[in-house]
């Protein structure tokens, strides 16, 4: 996939893409199209911008597939001034790539059972106090729920339902998520 920063035009106004040595190779193959290559249907373009704040979660409980399951490690400050500061890592493993979705959203219950959160803190861990790693809106998931099934053949066949989204906060902490805290 082309970069917009990878098409310029040069000085003598001539239109120049810039591609890396890994995607050289692979399009310099004969009789071979690269596994991500436009002309394989895969991008599905830009995402509007109201959408650009949608956080990781909530685009996992919009999906139809689902390719990684997540183990997170979380570490709290040890500083007792500062309570409210994580920092950590996630790892995303690869699975089976299996849909078995004819519902969306994804419940919680679903979307937990792909996560894993080892804590490491002074304290008992609390939920509220991880910010926006594990942040959902229910209005941010059925906003764009419904744009993917106006703006994504894939999504045209799922049925969306209210009564799962209803399962979802307002905005706060994916229901469940403790639980999956080790």
Same mark, same amino acid.
């Given at each position: 996939?082309?970069?917009?920063?990878?098409?310029?035009?040069?000085?003598?106004?001539?239109?120049?893409?810039?591609?890396?040595?890994?995607?050289?190779?692979?399009?310099?193959?004969?009789?071979?199209?690269?596994?991500?290559?436009?002309?394989?249907?895969?991008?599905?373009?830009?995402?509007?911008?109201?959408?650009?704040?949608?956080?990781?979660?909530?685009?996992?409980?919009?999906?139809?597939?689902?390719?990684?399951?997540?183990?997170?490690?979380?570490?709290?400050?040890?500083?007792?001034?500062?309570?409210?500061?994580?920092?950590?890592?996630?790892?995303?493993?690869?699975?089976?790539?299996?849909?078995?979705?004819?519902?969306?959203?994804?419940?919680?219950? /679903? *979307?937990?059972? #792909?996560?894993?959160?080892?804590? %490491?803190? +002074? =304290?008992?861990? @609390?939920?509220?106090?991880?910010?926006?790693?594990?942040?959902?809106?229910?209005?941010?998931?059925?906003?764009?729920?419904?744009?993917?099934?106006?703006?994504?053949?894939?999504?045209?066949?799922?049925?969306?339902?209210? /009564? *799962?989204?209803? #399962?979802?906060?307002?905005?706060? %902490?994916? +229901? =469940?998520?403790? @639980?999956?805290?080790?």
């Amino acid at each position: 996939m082309l970069d917009k920063s990878g098409v310029f035009v040069d000085d003598s106004l001539v239109t120049c893409l810039s591609i890396c040595s890994v995607c050289w190779v692979a399009l310099s193959k004969p009789d071979s199209i690269p596994r991500f290559a436009l002309v394989n249907n895969l991008y599905r373009g830009e995402l509007p911008n109201r959408f650009h704040d949608l956080t990781w979660v909530e685009e996992k409980i919009c999906a139809i597939y689902c390719v990684t399951a997540h183990v997170t490690r979380l570490f709290q400050s040890s500083d007792p001034s500062q309570p409210r500061v994580f920092h950590g890592d996630t790892c995303a493993h690869d699975m089976n790539v299996v849909s078995t979705v004819l519902v969306l959203p994804c419940t919680p219950a /679903d *979307v937990n059972g #792909l996560l894993s959160i080892i804590f %490491v803190g +002074p =304290g008992k861990f @609390d939920p509220a106090k991880v910010g926006l790693v594990f942040c959902v809106r229910k209005q941010m998931i059925w906003q764009f729920l419904l744009w993917l099934k106006h703006h994504n053949r894939l999504y045209s066949s799922v049925a969306l339902d209210l /009564d *799962v989204l209803s #399962l979802y906060p307002e905005d706060g %902490v994916l +229901p =469940g998520m403790s @639980d999956r805290v080790v």
